[in-house]
Nanobody, 121 residues
Framework: QVQLVESGGGLVQAGGSLTLSCAASGRTFSGYSMGWFRQALGKERELVAA????????FYAYSVKGRFTISRDNAKNTVYLQMNSLEPEDTAVYYC??????????????WGQGTQVTVSS
C-alpha cells in the first residue's frame, strides 16, 4: 500500500500561483502512476493532471492545459502540481491519487485526504 499526504493549498487571488505537493510513503513510489483530481462544491470529481511512473508522459484536462504542470521526484517520493494563472473556477478540494496501473481511467486505488484551493476574484 501507499499513503498520500497533500500540502500547499490555500487562498490566492485570481491570476496567482500555487504549488501543491503530495508526499507518498509505503511501497515503492516509482511503481505508481500519480494524478491530481479536484472536486468543486456541488460538482463531480474530475481528473486534472496525471503522470506515469517514470514521469515521461503526462496528461492534462483541457481546462488546465497550459496553466498547470504536474511533475514528480521519485527520489523524494513526491508529486507536484504547479498551478499558474489561477481562476475562480479552479476553486476546489484537490486530491492526490495513485495506482499501480493508470489514474487516467477507472478509479485509482489510493487517495490522499485532499487540500483546499480557493481562488478569489
Amino acid at each position: 500500500q501507499v499513503q498520500l499526504v497533500e500540502s500547499g493549498g490555500g487562498l490566492v487571488q485570481a491570476g496567482g500561483s500555487l504549488t501543491l505537493s503530495c508526499a507518498a510513503s509505503g511501497r515503492t513510489f516509482s511503481g505508481y502512476s500519480m494524478g491530481w483530481f479536484r472536486q468543486a462544491l456541488g460538482k463531480e470529481r474530475e481528473l486534472v493532471a496525471a503522470i506515469r511512473r517514470s514521469g515521461g508522459s503526462t496528461f492534462y484536462a483541457y481546462s488546465v492545459k497550459g496553466r498547470f504542470t504536474i511533475s514528480r521526484d521519485n527520489a523524494k517520493n513526491t508529486v507536484y502540481l504547479q498551478m499558474n494563472s489561477l481562476e475562480p473556477e479552479d476553486t476546489a478540494v484537490y486530491y492526490c491519487a495513485a495506482d499501480v496501473q493508470t489514474v487516467v481511467s477507472g478509479t485509482p486505488g489510493y487517495w490522499g485526504q485532499g487540500t483546499q484551493v480557493t481562488v478569489s476574484s
